[in-house]
């Protein structure tokens, strides 16, 4: 039974679902889901690439602002979580930075949450004893240290919703294809919108992401004290609900190529959405998180070092030199604006993190 056929019999089980419940089975049914099948999903044979993918500078700038907060927390024991590791390689780059630095390895607690037994196989082939895995934060308590993620709350379930005369959502049915359909919003989606003061013109098709609030706050009772590293592509709400993003967001990925349509190559497709920034600083703040500031990609490498890192590189190993710029190239410009970073902070005093260093126009995150 292929995973459409298994959709078609919970919808004329249940009647029609909500497009979440849809977009759920799509990415981690247990046997069929995307992420949870053996194919390939990252790189060249896959259906994507990150950043990690392009160069292994990206984990280790990501490393040298882990190491920059475990001396603002005092250069104490320091745990770092992160949550959808994918195929490990970033972890790996940013363990191998953090190795250079022998007082703070020996410090250093890692741990990976990973609910794909396909990329936690692939992860425990790449990575040190040292690291641990974890099905859920939610395992951990006290967390003294940095939480963070790459690319994760993109592929969180969400609902979709249009406003008419009032706020509707869309379900998805089944006759003789897969067809939506539209009932009036629950409470939660419309308190969502409401909590955010964005008011949504009539005609206007947008995504909401209740997982990614439940994740935040999940995180924020988790961490006792630290930061949050969240690396994804987005917008706060001032940019995503314009006017010419009033079909929504979501895109789905097959070998390299991107189509708007979530209802083919099921379960072999990656589907996403853009990530509200302005949402997780909201209910980050509710849950304890203060938020340090959201910048993009480009302008977090500046701040953190990658002139310098270039400089090194040109005169220690020259030959390198032109292979990596256009790596490098590729991280800042290709995905340099695209990719956005938002840091927050809980029980520390901080003023300034390099990452944040180079103004960006993303400020501090305005919803």
Not at 36 to 44: D, L, P, V, Y
Request: aromatic share 10%.
């Amino acid at each position: 039974m292929t995973l459409s056929d298994i959709i078609i019999k919970k919808i004329r089980k249940e009647c029609p679902i909500s497009f979440r419940d849809f977009m759920e089975m799509a990415l981690y049914h247990p046997e069929l889901g995307y992420y949870m099948t053996e194919r390939e999903k990252i790189g060249k044979s896959g259906d994507f690439y990150t950043s990690t993918d392009v160069t292994c500078v990206f984990g280790e700038m990501i490393a040298r602002q882990l190491e920059e907060m475990w001396c603002i927390m005092g250069k104490k024991e320091f745990t770092v979580v992160e949550i959808g590791a994918g195929n490990g390689l970033l972890s790996k780059d940013v363990i191998d930075h953090l190795k250079k630095n022998g007082d703070l390895y020996q410090k250093l607690n890692y741990f990976i949450i990973e609910k794909s037994p396909r990329m936690q196989k692939e992860q425990k082939k790449l990575l040190p004893e040292k690291v641990k895995w974890c099905d859920s934060i939610n395992e951990l308590r006290e967390i003294e240290g940095c939480i963070f993620s790459n690319e994760l709350v993109d592929a969180f379930p969400v609902h979709q919703v249009l406003m008419e005369d009032d706020l509707m959502e869309v379900f998805v049915d089944y006759r003789d294809s897969f067809i939506e359909i539209k009932r009036p919003a629950n409470n939660a989606l419309k308190g969502y919108l409401s909590e955010l003061n964005v008011g949504l013109p009539c005609g206007f098709r947008t995504e909401i992401n209740l997982e990614a609030v439940k994740w935040i706050k999940e995180i924020g009772t988790s961490l006792k004290k630290g930061f949050v590293i969240t690396i994804d592509y987005g917008y706060p709400s001032s940019e995503l609900y314009q006017e010419y993003r009033n079909k929504g967001t979501l895109m789905c990925y097959f070998r390299h190529t991107v189509n708007e349509s979530p209802y083919m190559h099921i379960g072999e497709q990656d589907i996403t959405s853009h990530v509200n920034f302005s949402a997780l600083s909201h209910w980050g703040c509710k849950n304890g998180l203060e938020t340090c500031g959201l910048t993009d990609q480009a302008h977090f490498l500046m701040g953190i070092g990658i002139e310098d890192y270039l400089k090194d590189l040109i005169e220690k190993v020259p030959e390198n030199y032109s292979r990596k710029m256009l790596q490098l190239k590729n991280l800042i410009m290709g995905m340099g604006e695209t990719f956005k970073i938002l840091i927050q902070v809980k029980g520390i005093e901080c003023n300034e993190l390099s990452g944040l260093r180079v103004p960006s126009r993303w400020g501090q995150c305005q919803e």
